[in-house]
Structures are given as structure tokens and as C-alpha cells.
């Protein structure tokens, strides 16, 4: 392995830290050869001269390298791109990956249980945001893996709603999807809870729909059930179908999948919090893959729908690892029962 790297320099690294070097990348990322990136231009030449295939997924142009060194140096037929073999070594975790990625599930999960028990009347999403933040890092979360979505009560009818600072309102509730990052591997968890503590009985009724999704989904991440990741989504939806239907919804085609639940069930997870983005979600899952559970209903204040449910968002997601036989859930410490949620909030 030949590693380019930059060169050691004092004044640059008065002002950025340490740099590795060549002789840090041989002693401690174990490189049979490194070289000043400065050098990569014309030592490249070199070396992919003595190769017939060559994978690359440089850009075209860098601040000092450039991937025509390399196409000028050898025939354009012989390269080929190299992140799609890169993200088919990702899906499968190793035995180490999943460790990490275990720590990772359980601090986020501890710091949901801190930041449901935290949460107050007078707070605000900022509030919760600072908390969850908080109780990440001092579990030994790196930094979170995202910008969190703290959505109060109307506020979780926007998916990616990241602005975060609204006061939190009695009778709402509010919705958390946060994730930590522990050595380079993340969590992606959310949680959806009252802000007074008790879930009203509408929603109770319409967490219980998306809490049964998000079960019964979970136990179709295994490698036995011989089943996809859209394969699963088309069930979460006619869970979503089922659960509505019986709560009075007169839904018509096209309002759970277009307008309710208009998001995707799961996502690869892992080095990136959507991880493999290259990698089909219809192919079948195989144990060692680390997926996402989400299911979720987000009622408008449309008169097609109980007005008793206009303005709740609810989202319920796990990180799941895949098994032969039985799916393990990364994010298992995270309350969402509705007793444990409101035991926390009680405590």
C-alpha cells in the first residue's frame, strides 16, 4: 500500500495540529510506502504504469492532486470507479464495526432517556437540542452524526425541520431524531413523547399505529425472512393502511404513501448516517447489515382527516443489525413504550 500525504510543516502546524508524515504513515497506519502528496503528480505516473486496472474515484480537479495524472498515464479503458466495491466492503459489518456500532446505539439511547426526563414545560426545541448534544458527547460521542430534527408539536410535519427554536407548548408533543457518532460509525435514532408528560388519547391512539409498524418491521430484519429493504416499506405501509383505517382515516389512494408516510421505512447505516448511498434498497438483507427502522405519520390540518389528529407528527426509528434468524436493535435502550416514556417523564 502507497499512502500520499502531506508534509510535515511547523508553521502550518503551529496553527492545525500535528500532521501524520511519511513516517507516521508507515508506523502507524502500516503503509509499505509513503510520499509527500506534493510528489503524487509525477511519482503516480510511476506507479500505475506497471497496473492494468486501475480504480479510481478521485475528482477531477483537487487543491493538489488531479485524477488526469493518472488518465494521462495509462489507458482511460483500464480505469474504473471504485466507490461501488468501497460501499459493498461497507454493508457487511465486521465484528469490530458492529461493536462500535453497538456503543454507539447505547449512547444515544442513554442520552434520549436523559433528555425525555429533562424535558419541561417553558423549554424550548433548542432546549432539548442542547441536552441531547450534551449527553452524546459526555458518553463519548465524538460529535452528533447530524444536524437533529427537534420538532415540536405542527413543526414535525417537516421532515427535515432542523431550525430548532420554537418554545415547546402543553398538549403538543415533540418529536427527536438525533444520532451520535463513536470512532467514525453512527447512530440515528428518533423518539416522540408529550411535552406535559402524558399522551392524550388521540395520541396514544395514533402512536400505538406507528409503534406497531415500526415492531412488526423489526421482525422481518432477518436474513431468513429473505426480504428487501422496499420489500419491508411496502409492509410498513399497509401497517400504516391497517392502523388508520381503524382509527376512523377514510383514506383514499395515494394518502399514506404520498401525504401520511411519505418517507422510505430504512436506510443503510453504518460510516455514514445514509450509508452505501450507491447500494439498491431492493436487495435482499444479509446478516452483518445495519439498517434503519422509521415509520412514521404526519396528520395536516386537512378536513379529510379526524381533526382530533390535525397537527401531530410521530416517527418511531431503530438501528436494527440484521441477523440469520433474529434482528438485533442497536437503539434498544431508547424508551418508546408509551408506559416507559411516560415512567421517564414521571422520574
Not at 77 to 92: D, G, N, T
Not at 306 to 326: A, N
Amino acid at each position: 500500500m502507497t499512502m500520499f500525504v502531506p508534509p510535515k510543516n511547523t508553521s502550518v502546524e503551529m496553527w492545525d495540529g500535528s500532521r501524520t508524515g511519511v513516517l507516521g504513515a508507515v508506523e502507524i497506519f502500516g503503509a509499505d510506502e509513503a510520499i509527500e502528496s506534493t510528489r503524487f503528480n509525477s511519482k503516480i505516473k510511476e506507479i500505475v504504469k506497471n497496473y492494468k486496472d486501475i480504480y479510481i474515484d478521485l475528482p477531477a480537479k483537487t487543491n493538489i492532486l488531479s485524477s488526469d495524472s493518472i488518465y494521462k498515464s495509462t489507458s482511460r479503458a483500464y480505469v474504473k470507479p471504485l466507490s461501488r466495491i468501497i460501499q459493498e466492503l461497507r454493508l457487511i459489518k465486521s465484528d469490530s464495526e458492529i461493536a462500535l456500532m453497538k456503543v454507539a446505539g447505547q449512547i444515544t439511547g442513554k442520552a434520549f432517556i436523559e433528555t425525555i426526563k429533562f424535558t419541561n414545560l417553558g423549554f424550548t426545541e433548542h432546549d432539548l437540542y442542547a441536552k441531547v448534544d450534551f449527553e452524546c458527547r459526555i458518553r463519548g460521542a465524538q460529535y452528533l452524526a447530524y444536524v437533529p430534527v427537534v420538532a415540536g408539536g405542527i413543526n414535525a410535519l417537516t421532515l427535515h425541520y432542523v431550525r430548532n427554536d420554537m418554545p415547546l407548548q402543553n398538549g403538543d408533543l415533540v418529536l427527536v431524531d438525533a444520532g451520535s457518532e463513536y470512532h467514525g460509525y453512527a447512530s440515528d435514532i428518533t423518539r416522540t413523547w408529550p411535552i406535559n408528560g402524558k399522551f392524550s388519547p388521540a395520541q396514544r391512539d395514533l402512536y400505538e399505529v406507528v409503534l406497531n409498524a415500526n415492531r412488526q418491521c423489526i421482525k422481518l430484519c432477518t436474513e431468513k425472512k429473505n426480504i428487501s429493504l422496499n420489500k419491508i416499506h411496502e409492509k410498513s405501509v399497509q401497517f400504516i393502511k391497517e392502523g388508520l383505517s381503524s382509527l376512523g382515516f377514510d383514506l383514499v389512494e395515494g394518502d399514506v404513501d404520498r401525504v401520511l408516510y411519505p418517507h422510505h421505512v430504512g436506510h443503510y447505516l453504518g460510516l455514514d448516517v445514509h450509508d452505501t448511498h450507491d447500494l439498491e434498497r431492493s436487495r435482499i438483507l444479509k446478516s452483518g447489515m445495519v439498517i434503519t427502522i422509521e415509520p412514521g405519520v404526519y396528520i395536516p390540518p386537512n378536513d379529510a382527516y379526524p381533526k382530533h389528529f390535525h397537527g401531530m407528527g410521530i416517527r418511531i426509528e431503530d438501528d436494527v443489525l440484521v441477523g440469520e434468524t433474529d434482528p438485533y436493535v442497536l437503539s434498544s435502550i431508547a424508551p418508546k413504550e408509551i408506559v416507559d416514556i411516560e415512567y421517564c417523564m414521571e422520574n
